[in-house]
């Protein structure tokens, strides 16, 4: 079995605190991150949106704090992550501007990508972003966090994002090349794992401990978040960043270990849609709006006949013919008091009768299943 990076269109990329900053000065490796950003250049000129996850901020804040002794208390590290944040996103966008690349900075916590409506804006900001040319730099908001919601590893916060997104590759670029089937630090003779297709309780009894050192994530964690990006059917590859050119040397061959889906992300979100998430309305559609869906465009507000029931922007929706019968499911764009106010109507009316400018769609297609 073989992957390959070129395929990647839609690509995040995780950094950990040791490849991007100095563990004895407490500094960005300046060098490697700019390398790092000639890489991105090169890829998304072959046509790739890249988003970064990036680790170091508490890295970085502690030593501008002076916080360096070995354990630090919580409210310290939100300290030393609200000072870092700003050092790491200068530094980024320092590196990147050489390209002409524009850096965009996105603070997430837990609860961001659970809760339905802050997943929905947080999506469709970096979506607009990707669509823009923007490269997102996303991480964790340690400064809000608190012990029982945060991530505690960006290895987690990778995936989420990466499914968060609808990504079709996630990049973990730790100082390992890989899954092997004992810890290499402690066996010279461990095997490497370059391919799993399941991850079965064989593959997770594989993952050791985090190693010591400024970085919260280890081999379990990135299993964990293999785990939630293969079910939204993004790819997801553990490699060795720590020289320059990372991704680089990825894409000529590099040792790594792939974990590859079963399903496409688009396949994995329909499924979602589907079969995880309770309708609590209905959109009923003329036939021309019938037709259109059934040829694979989006629910547009004039096929729209009538709207029935209470839900929110986000919320799932059964799509129905005139004579009652299903037709799909879907997410809509509206809530249904703005859904109704706007039926019937041209998109381009949407602004002067809601007083906003939301989306043409009602329903996107990318959000929308067909079921009968």
Request: charged share 20%.
């Amino acid at each position: 079995m073989s992957e390959d990076l070129s395929r990647a269109r839609r690509l995040v990329v995780k950094i950990g605190s040791s490849l991007l900053v100095d563990q004895g000065s407490g500094a960005v490796r300046r060098d490697w991150l700019n390398a790092l950003a000639d890489d991105i250049h090169h890829l998304r000129s072959a046509g790739t949106e890249i988003l970064v996850v990036s680790s170091g901020a508490i890295a970085v804040g502690r030593r501008h704090l002076g916080l360096m002794q070995k354990s630090i208390r919580l409210e310290e590290k939100q300290a030393a992550a609200a000072c870092g944040q700003i050092q790491l996103a200068h530094a980024y966008q320092g590196a990147l501007a050489r390209h002409g690349i524009s850096v965009a900075q996105i603070l997430l916590t837990l609860g961001d990508t659970e809760e339905r409506r802050r997943h929905l804006n947080a999506r469709s900001t970096i979506v607009q972003l990707l669509t823009m040319g923007a490269v997102p730099v996303v991480n964790e908001n340690d400064t809000v966090a608190t012990t029982e919601i945060r991530f505690g590893d960006n290895d987690r916060l990778a995936a989420r994002v990466a499914a968060m997104i609808s990504a079709d590759t996630l990049v973990l670029l730790s100082d390992i090349d890989g899954l092997y089937e004992s810890d290499p630090r402690e066996n010279p003779e461990a095997v490497h794992v370059p391919w799993v297709g399941d991850i079965s309780p064989a593959i997770e009894a594989m993952a050791g401990k985090a190693p010591a050192g400024y970085s919260s994530g280890g081999m379990e964690t990135k299993i964990a978040a293999a785990k939630i990006a293969t079910a939204a059917g993004c790819r997801m590859v553990i490699s060795n960043g720590v020289d320059t050119h990372p991704l680089e040397r990825l894409a000529a061959g590099a040792r790594c270990t792939w974990f590859v889906p079963s399903a496409s992300p688009l396949t994995a979100r329909k499924r979602w849609i589907v079969g995880s998430l309770n309708p609590v309305g209905e959109i009923v559609v003329d036939a021309g709006a019938q037709s259109a869906l059934k040829q694979g465009k989006s629910l547009l507000p004039p096929g729209v006949v009538c709207v029935r029931g209470s839900f929110a922007r986000g919320d799932a929706v059964i799509i129905r013919s005139n004579d009652g019968q299903e037709i799909g499911r879907g997410l809509s764009a509206y809530s249904n008091v703005d859904a109704a106010r706007i039926a019937g109507r041209k998109s381009g009316e949407i602004a002067e009768i809601l007083g906003y400018r939301g989306r043409d769609e009602l329903i996107h297609r990318d959000d929308l299943v067909l079921t009968g």
